[in-house]
T-cell receptor, first 111, second 111 residues
């Protein structure tokens, strides 16, 4: 079984809809991250969490919110999706400041 | 401002033709430099972490090296299955452990 899982893997939605992307991990790591990846722009950090009570904004948090429901679960929400939020979204985990391990990604299309 | 620049953007090799990928960085006190491999539509896969100038790490046909200003990923006698995008990321010493990613080098190895 994969250590970091993301659901859904693909999602097509319409402008203005609320969307939630979910991430679960079995690695036992405290730290979890949400990134988006766009062609030509690389990976950019949206939000990160060091534990259930510690959530921080990343480089591009506008238009997104997160929830850390448990050590193993970290969800990303788009309250009102817009077309320029079309991207690949990745969840990652790490132990302290060590290397990060990524999930398989969610391909989101906003029409 | 912390920054990571990878070159070239794309590299085409014949099977068996060795080459190197470059990752140049400016960061306030490097804590670690990370290399990842990413296949199309998948999450980045961790390869190496380098912590200090002069350090080298090897895995199969890949060898990563680090200087005070850049890192190289050397690929010896590549095979078609080495085709992927290779990402470099840096972690600043004063940061909370977040990674700053380069835009990647897309490697294609033709048989």
């Amino acid at each position: 079984d994969a250590d970091v899982t993301q659901t859904p893997r693909n999602r097509i939605t319409k402008t203005g809809k609320r969307i939630m992307l979910e991430c679960s991990q079995t690695k036992g790591h405290d730290r979890m991250y949400w990134y988006r990846q766009d062609p030509g722009l690389g990976l950019r950090l949206i939000y990160y969490s060091f534990d259930v009570k510690d959530i921080n904004k990343g480089e591009i948090s506008d238009g997104y919110s997160v929830s850390r429901q448990a050590q193993a679960k970290f969800s990303l929400s788009l309250e009102s999706a817009i077309p320029n939020q079309t991207a690949l979204y990745f969840c990652a985990t790490s132990e302290w400041r060590n290397e990060q391990f990524f999930g398989p990604g969610t391909r989101l299309t906003v029409l | 401002e912390d920054q990571v620049t990878q070159s070239p953007e794309a590299l085409r090799l014949q099977e068996g033709e060795s080459s190197s990928l470059n990752c140049s960085y400016t960061v306030s006190g490097l804590r670690g430099l990370f290399w990842y491999r990413q296949d199309p539509g998948k999450g980045p896969e961790f390869l190496f972490t380098l912590y200090s100038a002069g350090e080298e790490k090897e895995k199969e046909r890949l060898k990563a090296t680090l200087t005070k200003k850049e890192s190289f990923l050397h690929i010896t006698a590549p095979k078609p299955e080495d085709s992927a995008t290779y990402l470099c990321a840096v972690q600043a010493g004063g940061s909370q452990g977040n990674l700053i990613f380069g835009k990647g080098t897309k490697l294609s190895v033709k048989p």
